[in-house]
């Protein structure tokens, strides 16, 4: 199994609204990471889970809460989001110092 | 902050011809990658080239690192429509958490 699952693949939530964004591996990697994309435009790194502990926090606004539930499984909890806060978001896994491997993505709209 | 500037933005070539895209960064680096992605959606890992290596073959692609000009270049060789996509060169820090991505190349082949 060669696939990053995330969940859901496209969301729509109002500014006062809280939920979650899910991601999935089984290739036993020990990096996992969310990374922001804005139409035609680079990713951009988030966070960086390594050994399910939390090494890279990019400043990002305590709005975005990541988790790492187990070796797994992947979370980006949000709450009160921004209308700018709308793009597509990446969970990616990899072993260290190797390829990464991406999810399809999480098409976020905040109304 | 991004660590790379591509170059082209964009390029527009014939099913046939070759295409060369080049990237440039700024830190030392343990390894670089080049990514390809559809339309916004995932990316797709295309090949990688760490820092003591100077060229790297796969298929149809071809990369070159050179790090004292701290610059890399892609080249696909007979292009295909199907290549259409954006591409992304991505740098690797030394400690190995941080992969952060260049501007990226919007590539058209037309048929």
């Known amino acids: 199994d060669t696939e990053v699952t995330q969940t859901p693949k496209h969301l729509v939530m109002g500014m006062t609204n809280k939920k979650s964004l899910k991601c999935e591996q089984h290739?036993?990697?020990?990096?996992m990471y969310w990374y922001k994309q804005k139409a035609k435009k680079p990713p951009e790194l988030m966070f960086v889970y390594s050994y399910e502990k939390l090494s890279i926090n990019e400043s990002v606004p305590s709005r975005f809460s990541p988790e790492c539930p187990n070796s797994s499984l992947l979370n980006l909890h949000l709450h009160a989001l921004q209308p700018e806060d709308s793009a597509l978001y990446l969970c990616?896994?990899?072993?260290?110092?190797?390829?990464?491997?991406f999810g399809s993505g999480t098409q976020l709209s905040v109304l | 902050s991004q660590q790379g500037e591509e170059d082209p933005q964009a390029l527009s070539i014939q099913e046939g011809e070759n295409a060369t895209m080049n990237c440039s960064y700024k830190t030392s680096i343990n390894n670089l990658q080049w990514y390809r992605q559809n339309s916004g959606r995932g990316l797709v890992h295309l090949i990688l080239?760490?820092?003591?290596?100077r060229e790297k073959h796969s298929g149809r692609l071809r990369v070159t690192l050179d790090t004292s000009k701290k610059s890399s270049s892609l080249l696909i060789t007979a292009s295909r429509a199907a290549d259409t996509a954006s591409y992304f060169c991505?740098?690797?820090?030394?400690?190995?958490?941080?992969?952060?991505f260049g501007e990226g190349t919007q590539l058209t082949v037309n048929p």
């Open positions: 290739m036993g990697h020990r990096a």
């Open positions: 991505a740098t690797l820090e030394t400690s190995g958490s941080r992969l952060t």
């Open positions: 990616a896994s990899s072993q260290p110092y190797e390829k990464l491997f």
């Open positions: 080239i760490r820092s003591n290596e």
